[in-house]
């Protein structure tokens, strides 16, 4: 039974070259989502809240946590998007005394648009890949992500 545990557990060399693909990939995948939020003048934060934003309407707090920073840095996002005519604010249908937080139509399209060159970037990247492995790695990196988000939930970024 030990041989069939060690098997399933990733050697310390197996597991450091995992960690190194996972870096060098976030390296790459970091610098093409700044080069394109940069065409559209965004920041890198920026750009997450659009995409955070193009499924769903979120409260301050909630993106906040999504995002990791402090509701200050949240507001002052917002308020830069908003000025913008990217996000819009109003309250909550559900609770009147929270705000919410949507893409506005230029919003919208700017996401779209945004997600559009963020696959065409990959592309070349995941093409690489079979529609298996594809499918496989996407249900892998759902799993790490999950493990991920539960536990840093609601702790912030450095």
Known sequence: MAGSDSAAQPSVTDQQDLVDALVTMSFVTIAMLSRIAAEHDLSLTQLRVLAILRDRRAQMSELADYLGLDKSTISGLVDRAQQRGLLQRASSPLDGRRVEVFLSADGAALADLGAAQ?????????????????????????????????????QKSP
């Open 118 to 154: 963020i696959a065409a970037a990959l592309a070349p990247i995941t093409s690489a890949l079979s529609q298996a492995e594809s499918q496989r790695l996407t249900t892998l990196l759902d799993r790490m992500l999950a493990v991920g988000r539960h536990r840093t939930a609601g």
